[in-house]
């Protein structure tokens, strides 16, 4: 029991199980976009880091510091910013070559050590001049005194240990170093609502040593950097998928990179005269809140338009399906046809000159039962023939070996039935299925007898939808009959037959749908069927529907 919950566990932030079930989701176009962001995230932090080494040389205040009431970034987080920007740019490539690699990871490291060395020095564990002499080695001996502070120097250990971790390319290590950045980044909210309340506690350590707005906003651009630089390798890759889920993850990671700092910003900023630091406060929560549920609602309508789109795929695809159906029916149906038309040309040519030389004959007034009775015999021979060619066709159709294996009755009928239900659901015929539970498995070529399925139901399509739509059904009824055989019923509320036609629907080409009907489906269906050692036959009255019926004996 220990080792499945630890599995769970492990499933759910390490394992490579959420990767592999959810590589095929992810999305290029999102994948590079979001590794461009992370680019631009280690560039961002370099050039912050830059630009407040600049400001400490020359002195440019603006450059380290948002007003005179707030902390400064001092030049050793500045010099840290170079390193982990630096290890951020250079990890980003999917494959960085190993000197690339290797120059990262001493950035990163270096980074850790820096950091490390900040925290001891809170400690008291380590001497002054420690520090001193690190800061103469990167030349800022001048700014020794203007010490980082302890959130700095954590938190720069642990995007540097972050950083270290995504060299190593290994997922689970991928997604401890994911999950520190996003820790990190979220604990620095609380730096951002210090600074929008001027609650001072919240980013002061002592005196006027506290985390910057700048370094604050550092390390937020930093953490999403980390996350995104190897977005699919780790339990944050719903980012990158193109699913529903993917949609709400980005809409949702995108507030929460942007809030937050703004929240701190803002206020900051705008102090003026005329509102006070709370009162811009309000305005700018007010603000927000009004973002948030236009990104919200607009998230919701993303979301409804990708319910739509697939409906409309799926209906797409099972329209294919029923067309794919009515195709392979027209094909057999029309080979056979033509099979037919070819064999019967020349009986018919035949008796069509054997009629023309008896016409002339009896034109040209030499029609004496003698010379007459032979092209009328020849035409009775070739009518023999002609319907001994018909005959062995069915002979042959009804011969043909099917190709039986072992089915299921249930998943036999109901795999017939998807191909048609979208022809049903277009024609408004409600289509039922009731199959009894103790229907036993049969030996037959199901391609066939989905065939025959196909057929029926779609000629009762064809006969109820002529009467009104609210009349209109269908029924498959699948069970074992008295003989103990499974019969299937398909019962229809149409138009129904005469004695009639009832008497001629299993003989070839008889059909009452004009140009559009072949006549030729219910009799292969009765082949199809016989061959099978069953039975098909039908039920029904003129204006009353109909029922066809075919059994499959079992065993
Ligand atoms: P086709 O569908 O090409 O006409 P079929 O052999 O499948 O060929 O059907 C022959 C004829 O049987 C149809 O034209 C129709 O008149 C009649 N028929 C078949 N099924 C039904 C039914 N369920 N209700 C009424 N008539 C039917």
């Known amino acids: ?50 630009s407040a080494l600049i400001g400490w040389v020359f002195d440019l205040p603006a450059l380290y510091r948002v007003s005179a009431r707030l902390p400064v ?117 609380v730096i951002f609502f210090g600074y929008a309340h001027e609650e001072s506690i919240f980013y002061l350590f002592t005196g006027d040593i506290g985390m910057s707005l700048l370094t604050a906003s550092g390390f937020a651009v930093l953490g999403w950097g980390i996350i995104l630089a190897r977005v699919e390798k780790g339990f944050f890759h719903i980012m990158v998928s193109d699913r529903a889920g993917g949609l709400v993850a980005r809409r949702v990671m995108l507030l929460m990179a942007l809030f937050p700092p703004m929240l701190g910003w803002l206020p900051s900023l705008m102090h003026s005269a005329v509102f006070t630091h709370t009162q811009i406060e309000s305005i700018l929560a007010a603000a927000m809140v009004l973002a948030i549920v236009l990104i919200v609602i607009r998230l ?42 070819h064999e019967l040309n020349q009986p018919l040519t035949a008796m069509a000159n054997y009629a023309s030389a008896s016409l002339r004959l009896i034109k040209s007034g030499e029609s ?72 036993s498995d049969v030996d037959v070529d199901a391609i066939q007898i989905e065939q025959v399925l196909l057929n029926i139901v779609q000629n009762a399509i064809d006969a109820v939808s002529n009467i009104e739509s609210y009349r209109r059904q269908i029924v498959v009824r699948g069970y074992l009959n008295a003989g103990g055989d499974v019969q299937v019923d398909v019962i229809d509320t149409g138009q129904g037959m005469d004695e009639e036609l009832k008497a001629r629907v299993f003989d070839a080409f008889v059909t009452t749908k004009g140009a559009k009907g072949m006549g030729i489906g219910l009799s292969l269906c009765r082949s199809i069927v016989e061959s099978h050692g069953g039975r098909l036959w039908v039920e029904s009255e003129p204006g009353q529907g109909a029922t066809f019926s075919f059994t499959l004996p079992v065993g």
């Open 73 to 189: 970034m001092p030049p050793m987080t500045a010099v840290s910013f170079l390193f982990a920007g630096g290890a951020l740019l250079l990890l980003q490539p999917e494959q960085p070559s190993p000197l690339r690699r290797a120059v990262g990871q001493v950035l990163a490291v270096s980074g850790i050590l820096i950091g490390a060395l900040i925290i001891l020095s809170y400690l008291h564990e380590l001497p002054d001049h420690i520090l001193q002499q690190l800061a103469s080695w990167m030349g800022l001996v001048k700014f020794s005194a203007i010490k980082s502070s302890p959130h700095t120097a954590v938190a720069f250990t642990l995007t540097s240990l972050g950083m270290l971790f995504l060299s190593l390319e290994r997922p689970t290590l991928v997604n401890v170093a994911q999950w520190m950045a996003f820790l990190s980044v979220m604990a620095l909210v």
């Open 300 to 341: 919701a309508y993303q979301l409804d338009d990708q319910e739509n789109l697939r409906s409309q795929a799926e209906e797409a695809s099972r329209q294919h399906q029923t067309d794919l159906a009515h195709m392979v029916r027209l094909n057999t149906m029309g080979e056979m046809a033509s099979g037919m038309a």
């Open 1 to 50: 029991m220990a080792v499945l919950k630890r599995n769970n566990w492990r499933t759910l932030f390490f394992s490579e199980y959420w990767l592999t079930k959810v590589e095929n989701m992810v999305r290029g176009e999102y994948l590079r976009f979001l590794h461009r962001l992370s680019c631009l995230a280690g560039m961002t932090v370099v050039l912050l880091g830059v």
């Open 368 to 439: 004496s039962s003698a010379r007459i009775q032979e092209p009328l015999q020849g035409i009775l021979k070739q009518a023999v023939r002609a319907s001994e060619i018909i005959r062995h066709l069915r002979e042959f159709v009804r011969k043909q070996q099917p190709n039986k294996t072992r089915v299921d009755v249930y998943d036999l009928i109901q795999g017939g039935l998807v191909l048609i239900k979208g022809e049903a659901a277009r024609y408004e015929v409600p289509l039922l299925l009731e199959l009894d539970d103790n229907l």
